[in-house]
């Protein structure tokens, strides 16, 4: 598997010690290099001093979900050398710092040790510098055993201080300490290492937080409320980021407001009300705070009130593996609150998608009258993918709904703010202070006839809610249809999935091609369900529903909301939190494949 | 039948504000609430003073949460569009409304459990955030739509309707306003019409967190001769600090009063408050001589009322968070999304 352009190296490092940076930029280098990369995070809920690991997959065929199997260790700390000696695929390498030099219980494996701390003790006096600058020796070291471009690895510790020579400098001494050092006292390169190819041209390496932030300032949302809580701080921060460099007149006026509401409650009520007059709003959070918001959202659904709530999902259930990621809010998401309510849900597969199906989920919303959920997770959100560059077409109009200004309302007769005058569920709605004397409603939570006056007449309550009934079926021709990815004409074998699944897929599509079984895949990107899947299913003999969770959850939705048989639908289930693998999927597609279907192909 | 539309009927001679409307202009629905409740009261302290400072109907809107209390903006200004949310959510669905479109006057209505139990956390964020609305809590010390329970207002000597004692302290939303940064905050009771009225029209002119906690009295649980949120017993503990008077802008009349009892405010939008002090100990411009009275006063079983606190230096979110004078919901999508050309140096960053 590994050679050339396709490895996997692993940084084990202390958290909160300056080697998130380092790291970064090693990914970035690689990946500058025109080598297609992943990154991965696997950090601890802790600021600083738990351990912490940075996983870079280098893969010139361009598959970018994760690989299981380190080829190379950067083994910094020493908490966790027993399980970053074992991570190592034989044949591999574990460098590691040999100023405490150890001797390592593994006799296939290379082991190159180099004295970093000694050496930077008599380079540096400042310790807060020492331990900054000791991540770039290892940088350093790393980028010559792989054969990295210097003028590269230069060109991006530039960027990443801001060209700032004061930074630079120092960070290059470090490098050049690393390197110098690999050189004389390695056989460099490793049969794994870099060349120049061209997968990652002019693809950009983001992460899906930074571009659903963007995609949020890109859709017109003007109202965000939101409460820190990882994995989805880093999107708020992003769109305010972004609002501040694209959205603040010449007068220094801002086009937008942010506000860090007081828990996840206040923050979805601040989105509904803002949604309620009109503005495009929104707020992000994560497993705990849907659970909070789940009220909100009842009355969002019932009130029809637009606004889009990114989940950013993490490992549950309660507080869970905050740092981690899972698939696990599907239902949650589907009928978050009591009574009878369903939500409009997007699935981004990667940052890519979290800018584009912003403007659809604020669409959507408006459209709809209802709020939308983005379901995005850790994987996606925090970690650096390579995508396409984002586009954006000027001559794509937003869809801002049925709203009635005064001179709709002049004109219209019989106005009534829960009135399906067309036919597709979607009444028409009027914002507070358009019309003297027109088109104000009471919005409520509270049984409502067409007119929004409260009822308790149990024949209008049923009429209502067959009504938005009804606006569901309309969404489930709005929602962005699935991708179908064919595994060869006559494929027997389906596969759905969904989100930051997709990668792992597609690989492990490849792989099996190779063991002659063909498998068609169909990604959901929408819910409620368009046609296409339950016509997806019905066109297979048996269908794998692959999904980061225990409980099979889309596979409840798909039996619940597309109608497909149980006995049909095959779960493969991966829930320990790390993102997905191509050869997870295949073991467990292979292993779930019913063993009289194995023997008659 | 839930909702009564109200007979339009009006009588000829009515008296018309700038805008031509009447006050029947500015009614509702026919209220649901118990015969005699406070809330109604307060209801019709509303709907005049909003007609009397001319208020346009249509340029309010009215947010509530859950309760008796909260049901009362379906009874006035029906031209307004209204948000009964959920319990103890109002501030934050206000907070929302208002950054997008700060034109709009928000007046949100609010009860004792809805704001002191259940909405205690959003209504102290709200104070902080000094939004700029009109915050009424209808306080009845108890919980009406479920029969009677206490609510976290209920003074502690004060017993249920069936004599049961409240064994807790009470919450003084005032005191709680005044701490939190609030910068207009008033006290009245709904038998007082006369003194709740200008309070109305001063705390919606107010440019910031304006919290009125007007005492209204539960008709049906909490109105015994015991109960100290009863009419008897707030009629006869009611220690009014001072007299307000709201005069707009237009209607300015500077006259000579003597020095020491009256102080006229000027209001940012250049109406004035005129207060007419009628305790020398205290100073509403100064938030300790303000919880002062207030608890000294309580201290003595009386509930002082009027225009406790005021700051002259008004704030609202939208200075603190730099949002533009227009509002964000009437901004053109054109000027909102940067476009394509702003892609490339934002792509650039990522490569």
Redesign the interface.
């Known amino acids: 598997m590994s050679g050339v352009n396709d490895f996997v190296v692993r940084f084990a490092t202390v958290n909160g010690s300056g080697s998130a940076s380092a790291n970064s930029i090693f990914a970035k280098t690689v990946f ?1 290099m025109g080598v297609p990369v992943s990154a991965k995070n696997i950090f601890p809920s802790n600021i600083q001093g738990l351990p912490t690991w940075y996983e870079v997959r280098a893969s010139e065929a361009g598959w970018v979900g994760r690989r299981e199997g380190v080829d190379l260790m950067v083994a910094m700390n020493a908490q966790t050398y027993e399980e970053d000696l074992a991570a190592v695929v034989p044949g591999g390498w574990l460098f590691y710092d040999s100023s405490m030099p150890r001797i390592w219980p593994r006799q296939d494996i290379t082991v190159l040790g180099m004295p970093i701390a000694e050496i930077c003790a008599k380079k540096w006096r400042d310790p807060r510098q020492r331990q900054l600058l000791k991540n770039m020796v290892y940088v350093g070291a790393v980028s010559t055993l792989l054969q990295i471009d210097l003028d590269v690895l230069e060109g991006v510790i530039s960027d990443q201080f801001g060209g700032r020579a004061k930074l630079i400098g120092p960070n290059m001494e470090a490098v050049a300490l690393g390197r110098d050092y690999a050189a004389e006292h390695f056989d460099c390169p490793l049969p794994i290492h870099t060349r120049r190819a061209s997968g990652a041209e002019g ?4 992460t899906g937080n ?1 571009a659903a932030g ?1 995609g949020a ?7 965000c ?1 939101w409460y820190p809580i990882t994995p989805s701080t880093s999107l708020v921060e992003a769109f305010e980021s ?1 609002c501040n460099k ?2 603040v ?1 010449a007068d ?8 860090q ?3 996840e ?17 929104f707020t992000a959070t994560s497993g705990p705070g849907v659970s909070l918001m789940s ?2 959202l009842g ?1 969002g659904y019932f009130a029809e009130i637009p606004m889009v709530l990114y989940n950013v999902a993490r490992g549950g259930p309660s507080t869970g593996m905050p740092t981690r990621t899972q698939q696990s809010d599907i239902l949650a998401c589907a009928y978050a609150s009591h009574g009878d309510t369903k939500h409009v849900l997007l699935f981004p597969a990667d940052p890519g998608e979290c800018f584009s199906m912003s403007a659809d989920a604020f669409d959507l919303a408006e459209r709809l009258q209802t709020p939308v959920i983005v379901v995005s997770d850790l994987d996606i959100g925090m970690n650096s993918w390579m995508v396409d ?6 001559a794509r109009t ?1 869809d ?1 709904g049925k709203v009635l200004d005064a001179e709709a309302l002049d004109r219209a007769e019989n106005f009534g703010r829960y009135r399906d005058v067309d036919g597709d569920g979607i009444p028409f709605r ?8 027109k088109g ?7 049984s409502h ?1 067409e007119a929004a ?5 149990g024949t209008v309550h049923a009429r209502v809610l067959d009504r938005i009934a009804r606006k569901f079926e309309t969404a489930a021709t709005l929602v962005p249809k699935a991708e179908i990815v064919s595994g060869g004409a006559g494929a027997k074998d389906g596969l759905i999935c969904f989100g930051s699944s997709r990668p792992a897929v597609l690989e492990a599509m490849d792989k099996l091609a190779s063991d002659g079984i063909r498998v068609d895949m169909l990604r959901i990107r929408g819910f409620p369900f368009g046609d296409e899947v339950a016509a997806f299913c019905a066109a297979h003999e048996r269908v794998f529903v692959v999904e980061q969770n225990r409980d099979a959850q889309m596979r409840s939705l798909l039996i619940l909301e597309a109608g497909v048989a149980a006995e049909k639908l095959i779960p493969v289930l991966g829930y320990d939190g790390m993102p997905l693998t191509a050869e997870f999927v295949r073991k467990h597609l292979l292993k779930a494949r019913p063993t009289a279907a194995v023997a008659a192909e | 039948m839930s909702y009564i539309a109200k007979p339009i009927a009006r009588h000829p001679k009515l008296k018309r504000n700038a805008l031509g409307l009447t006050h029947r202009d500015y009614e509702g629905a026919m209220s649901t609430l118990c015969a005699g409740c406070g809330h109604d009261s307060i209801t019709a302290a509303l709907i005049e003073a909003c007609c009397e400072i001319d208020l346009p109907p249509h340029r309010i809107a009215k947010i509530s949460g859950i309760g008796c209390s909260s049901k009362a903006p379906t009874y006035f200004i029906k031209q307004a569009h209204g948000f009964n949310s959920v319990h103890g959510r109002m501030p934050s669905v206000a907070t929302g409304a208002n950054l997008a479109n700060r034109d709009l006057i928000y007046l949100g209505v609010s009860g004792d459990g809805d704001t002191a139990s259940i909405g205690l956390g959003q209504f102290a964020h709200a104070v902080r955030r000094k939004l700029n609305m009109v915050y009424i809590v209808m306080n009845n010390g108890c919980y009406g739509l479920t029969k009677g329970q206490f609510s976290a207002t209920n003074d502690r000597a004060s017993p249920s309707k069936k004599g049961a004692p409240n064994p807790f302290d009470p919450i003084d939303l005032c005191q709680l306003a005044i701490t939190l940064g609030a910068g207009f905050v008033a006290r009245s009771f709904s038998g007082d019409k006369a003194q709740l009225k200008p309070l109305i029209k001063a705390a919606i002119h107010y440019n910031g967190f304006a919290l009125l906690d007007v005492i209204s009295p539960c008709v049906t649980f909490n109105n015994h001769a015991a109960s100290t949120k009863g009419y008897e017993y707030v009629r006869a503990h009611n220690e009014a600090l001072d007299r307000v008077d709201f005069v707009p802008l237009e209607n300015e009349i500077r006259a000579e009063l003597a020095a020491g009892e009256t102080r006229d405010v000027l209001l940012h939008d250049g109406s004035t408050l005129r207060l007419n002090r009628l305790d020398a100990d205290h100073d509403p411009e100064d938030a300790d001589s303000a919880l002062t009275a207030i608890r000294s006063r309580a201290a003595r079983g009386e509930v002082a009322t009027g225009l406790l606190y005021l700051d002259p230096a008004e704030q609202d979110l939208h200075a603190t968070l730099g949002t533009t004078a227009r509002p964000l919901n009437a901004m053109p999508m054109s000027e909102l999304c940067p476009g394509a050309d702003k892609l490339a140096a934002i792509n650039a960053k990522f490569q």
């Open positions: 500058r693809k950009i390496l983001v930074e963007l300032v890109y859709a017109g949302a003007t109202v409320a972004f694209l959205r007149t220094g006026e801002k086009l937008f407001g942010v506000v509401a007081e828990d409650l206040a923050a979805i009520g601040v989105a509904l009300g803002a949604g309620w007059n009109g503005a495009r709003a009220e909100f009355l560059p984002f586009e954006w077409d000027d937003f801002r009027t914002l507070p202070g358009t019309h003297p004397d104000a409603f009471f919005t409520r939570g509270t006839d006056r409260y009822t308790e007449d």
